[in-house]
T-cell receptor
Framework: GENVEQHPSTLSVQEGDSAVIKCTYS??????FPWYKQELGKRPQLIID?????GEKKDQRIAVTLNKTAKHFSLHITETQPEDSAVYFC?????????????FGDGTTLTVKP | DVKVTQSSRYLVKRTGEKVFLECVQD?????MFWYRQDPGLGLRLIYF???????EKGDIPEGYSVSREKKERFSLILESASTNQTSMYLC?????????????FGSGTQLSVL
């Protein structure tokens, strides 16, 4: 089955700096890569996703890049703010199956210091 | 907005008890999932269902079963609760289809087995 590794497990940055979280996956058939943000005590919510037919996607201060050859994808947050502090999860799935079964990374706890 | 509702936010049970965790979604989603979240281990898939009365094992199904008698409701059952099943349980749903893989999560049930 799919295996997703996520690094680092914890990340601390100063407000205004950039943060990068990296994930690798094992199944070359995976073609959908979402990122979820989970604030303390709240449910995970999708913040950005990328499909395997594109290499990069951006949404304001958040961007995701995908390298299919190397089987890794990364989340980039620029100009970090204290409200970016949360646990971030990457995931990988195969979109043409009946159920969108996602395999998650172990999560990265991001702390943005004011 | 999609709403995924889990019946209990906190639950305390004794070892050996049969435990039912209920999840209801109101957006006619075909796919429903049960994940377990433990610190440092990310989200691990227990069971999922892509249709009424259909169920598939996830990565850690041992000690659990599920029931999906109606499209909107997906129940997780701990046949005989054990202390190592103390965890946060997250239900999620998604639309079937290649363009709709986004997972919508419930608020979670923190289960303590004593």
């Amino acid at each position: 089955g799919e295996n997703v590794e996520q690094h680092p497990s914890t990340l601390s940055v100063q407000e205004g700096d950039s943060a990068v979280i990296k994930c690798t996956y094992s199944d070359s058939a995976s073609n959908y890569f979402p990122w979820y943000k989970q604030e303390l005590g709240k449910r995970p919510q999708l913040i950005i996703d990328i499909r395997s037919n594109v290499g990069e996607k951006k949404d304001q201060r958040i961007a995701v890049t995908l390298n299919k050859t190397a089987k890794h994808f990364s989340l980039h947050i620029t100009e970090t703010q204290p409200e970016d502090s949360a646990v971030y999860f990457c995931a990988a799935s195969i979109r043409d199956t009946n159920a969108g079964k996602s395999t998650f990374g172990d999560g990265t706890t991001l702390t943005v210091k004011p | 907005d999609v709403k995924v509702t889990q019946s209990s936010r906190y639950l305390v049970k004794r070892t050996g008890e049969k435990v039912f965790l209920e999840c209801v979604q109101d957006m006619d989603h075909e796919n429903m999932f049960w994940y377990r979240q433990d610190p440092g281990l990310g989200l691990r898939l227990i069971y999922f269902s892509y249709d009424v009365k259909m169920k598939e094992k996830g990565d850690i199904p041992e000690g659990y079963s599920v029931s999906r008698e109606k499209k909107e409701r997906f129940s997780l059952i701990l046949e005989s609760a054990s202390t190592n099943q103390t965890s946060m349980y997250l239900c999620a749903s998604s639309l079937r289809g290649t363009s709709n893989e986004k997972l919508f999560f419930g608020s979670g049930t923190q289960l303590s087995v004593l």
